[in-house]
């Protein structure tokens, strides 16, 4: 259970950012966004903490990376799921089960992320 | 048959058929009189001529009396026997207007010879073209004069017909080799130097004229370090023949201009010579550079499609997702999931005419907003009714393959609404969506009417508004704007025209 983690999500389509929104709440999270933009991601990462990222590469106004890079350099983990692979930047930064190729259900991409989360407190 | 006068005449012997005939000939009404009364120099050149192989005859006396031998029947034709002692001019009468000034040149005294003199001749009856290598010769008689001609000859009909035959031959197989579709050059010695090339193989390498007699690498200098002459050396040297596919290469096409990137299919194949050695290559092959295009292309277009496809399952999925979450029952779920598949499925069918060959669309189907709005709204109704109680209007506008699933979805989910709350929810609600172009804005206004009267704001949005509203910020940076109006509810939409290109 996420236990009211803070988790932000980047995701444009309409469809699938609510449906993130409200599986990581089901999952006990609470939702930072959706994030149509990398614009309003980055706004949303300076006002608010967040503890875990979901993000879709591909994002309304370009490529998620400089948000990734953000939330890499914080230590932050995060998952990605994507239609058209990871950009180059990003290749060598993100575990590859990290990656899922879409279509990918919501729980999948939350257990993977509970998973990172556990680790980062155990560490 | 053996003939009396024989030894009265002994300059007539021999000769064969036409020795007898000449012997048996009544010589009597001729102008040349009887063989006994012939001057010498007669008797000495038919003398010649009979006992020659040779196609000749003679010509003598004031009439040109014609006499020949059996190498010369042939010629006659049909006229043989018949022409014997004949003045030339009937005998030839045919051709006469054409041999005549050479006769006449004979009997000034002047020799003539001629090769292959083209001559029309009826002596089978019928118009035939022949050729003759020939020498006319004055015979000159006991006074000093000219007493007649001689003329040793051969018809050469079938040589020249047979030359010209050959010509043909080797002009039709140029011109093939000239006007064939794929490109070809003959490569000779190490160097591979330029020996012949045609029309296509010019058009290749950009109609530079000047190629023949020089090495590849001179005349072709952008070709070295591609790899092709590497691969006729090794032609040269291992006699092995080689093929390939779609292979690109570089070349300057214009005089100064860029190089340009071009694709060939490419055959390599070494020539021997009668001893066996290899001589040279003959390459030959096709410009397939649009061929290659057109397939990368086709590549693009397929995984971009693959894209598309992937897109549609996530948003699918979320669909379904997100729609049990709000549904009260399994049936209101399956009438609301096939709604928004609906209009997804749509908004696919709109997109998917920038593919190519796409089947079974008529022309006036467009991406334009028109289109995209009459194929969302016009399924939340009657046919009959459609006309009546939706007003759709203005100008056109084109979007972008990204911007119009969204759209879509924005539509089907206000025209839901309208079908569960306003004015599609009654028989005389109207619904009106109109929109104008200002500046990068597109504005789309729509106003619904002679619905249920509204006393009051809804006020929870529920997932369909929060949908809408995440639609036109989020993804197409747009903004948006409810009244809700007593008479009506009534959405002013607002969206940069950059984005609805996408």
Known sequence: MLDGAPILICEDEPFIALDLVASVEDAGGRAVGPAATVREALALLATQEVVGAILDVNLSDGEVTPVAERLLDAGIPLVVQTGVGLPAALGDRIAPDAVFSKPVLPQKLIRRLEDALAGTTRR | MFDDTFADHGFLQGGGEMGRRIRMHDWSKSPLGPPERWAQSLRSVVSIMLNSKFPMFVAWGPDLAFLYNDGYRPIFGARHPQALGLPFSDVWAD??????????????????????????????????????????????????????????C???????????????????????????????????GPDHVFEIVNESYLQLIGHRRDVIGRPVKEALPEIEGQGFIELLDRGVKT???????????????????????????????????????????????????????????????????????????????????????????????????????????????????????????????????????????????????????????????????????????????????????????????RVAVEWSISGDLLDLHWRERGGPMITTPPAAHGFGSALVERSVVGQLHGSLEYDWRAEGLELQLSFPLDRLRN
């Open chain 2, 154 to 188: 051969r018809e050469t009909t079938a040589e020249v017909k047979h030359r010209a035959a050959i010509k043909e031959e080797q002009q039709r197989l140029r011109d093939l080799f000239q006007q064939a579709p794929g490109f070809m050059a003959v490569l000779r």
């Open chain 2, 239 to 429: 006699g092995e023949t080689f093929v390939g596919r779609s292979m690109p290469v570089t070349l300057q096409r214009q005089p100064g201009g860029a190089v340009e990137q071009r694709y060939v299919d490419l055959l390599y194949q070494p020539i021997r010579n009668d001893a066996g050695a290899i001589s040279g290559i003959f390459a030959e092959g096709y410009d397939v550079t649009e061929r290659v295009l057109a397939e990368e292309k086709q590549k693009l277009l397929l995984r971009e499609l693959h894209h598309r496809v992937k897109n549609l399952f996530a948003i699918a999925g979320g669909m379904v997702s997100l729609t049990a979450r709000t549904a009260t029952s399994p049936r209101d779920m399956a009438v609301a999931l096939r709604g928004r598949l609906d209009a997804l499925g749509r908004a696919n069918d709109l997109i998917h005419q920038d593919l190519p060959e796409t089947v079974g669309r008529s022309a006036e189907q467009t991406r334009g907003l028109d289109a995209l709005v009459r194929a969302i709204l016009l399924p939340h109704m009657e046919d009959i009714e459609a006309a009546t109680r939706v007003r759709i209007g203005g100008p056109p506008l084109d979007i972008g393959a990204l911007s119009v699933t969204t759209l879509a979805l924005i539509l089907h989910e206000l025209a839901t609404n309208a079908a569960k709350y306003g004015a599609l929810s009654v028989p005389e609600g």
């Open chain 2, 95 to 152: 051709i006469w207007a054409d041999v005549r000034p050479l006769v006449d040149k004979a009997l000034q005294g002047e020799a003539t010879f001629h090769e292959d003199m083209h001559l029309v001749m009826e002596r089978n009856g019928y118009p035939e073209d022949t050729w003759y290598t020939f020498s006319y010769s004055p015979v000159r008689d006991e006074s000093g004069g000219i007493g007649g001609m001689f003329c040793a």
